[in-house]
């Protein structure tokens, strides 16, 4: 095996550590941060999935599954789609606080409430049903003696029947890993600095080793092959000189 034919190898087994990569022909590019397994496990951190071929989906622990709709990398944002079709339940049980991830827009506080008959404003009819209904209210709101407070979250909108799909909302940012001179007490910006080591630089470093190696390798046959070339040339020039001396040594008379 010649080493241009190595180095091509080496080059595209490189490639094949660093470029992206996706769920099926149309799926999304996935890249670093993110990496990509064939099914869902309970990591909370940057671990997608696919499903149904094209698909890509994230999981998330005491929650469930969501779609990722598209993956902003310049702007660190992640657009979600609910597959049930009801954000105000994921707003309402979705745990971001064991994750990477936090909301895209500027969250604020609102309650829910459960009333047993229909009160002021729009009930989330993908929660609401024969005789409870289910409203977002500003925890300064008195709740009325109908209905009971369900829970207090931070999240981007209350419910509106004008942005009632399936997506709006599901944005979420992430936070890069601390460099190591960067201060960080929690615990979990230095598990996910060891998990982005190991998933994504590790491979980038190994095939930048091995592309210098086959650099190396080539130098020194290059360097190798000029010297058996001049070494060559030596010994074509001291036999003509030899060749020449023989000649005049040769008496006058037998020329």
Request: aromatic share 12%; charged share 15%.
């Amino acid at each position: 095996m010649n080493t241009p034919f190595i180095f091509i190898f080496f080059f595209i087994l490189f490639l094949s550590y660093t470029e992206a990569t996706k769920c099926g022909s149309k799926g999304l590019n996935i890249k670093s941060p993110f990496t990509l397994s064939p099914y869902h496990n309970n990591d909370p951190n940057f671990n997608l999935y696919c499903q149904n071929t094209n698909t890509t989906m994230i999981h998330f622990p005491f929650y469930g599954n969501l779609v990722v709709k598209s993956i902003s990398y310049n702007t660190r944002k992640l657009n979600l789609i609910d597959p049930k079709s009801c954000v105000h339940e994921v707003f309402l049980n979705l745990n971001l606080s064991l994750t990477p991830f936090r909301y895209y827009y500027v969250v604020r506080n609102y309650t829910y409430l459960n009333c047993s008959v229909p009160i002021n404003g729009n009930s989330i009819p993908c929660l609401s049903g024969y005789g409870h209904h289910v409203y977002t209210v500003e925890p300064s709101v008195k709740v009325p003696d109908s209905c009971r407070a369900i829970k207090t979250v931070e999240i981007p909108f209350g419910y509106s029947s004008y942005l009632s799909d399936n997506s709006f909302g599901l944005g979420l940012t992430w936070e890069l890993p601390k460099r190591d001179d960067e201060d960080g007490d929690d615990g979990f910006e230095e598990e996910r600095t060891w998990v982005h080591l190991t998933t994504k630089k590790v491979p980038m470093i190994a095939g930048l080793v091995l592309l210098a190696a086959v650099g190396m390798a080539m130098k020194m046959k290059i360097l190798y092959t000029k010297k058996i070339s001049v070494s060559n040339e030596d010994m074509e020039n001291q036999f003509s000189e030899d060749l020449l001396a023989q000649q005049h040594n040769i008496p006058q008379a037998l020329v």
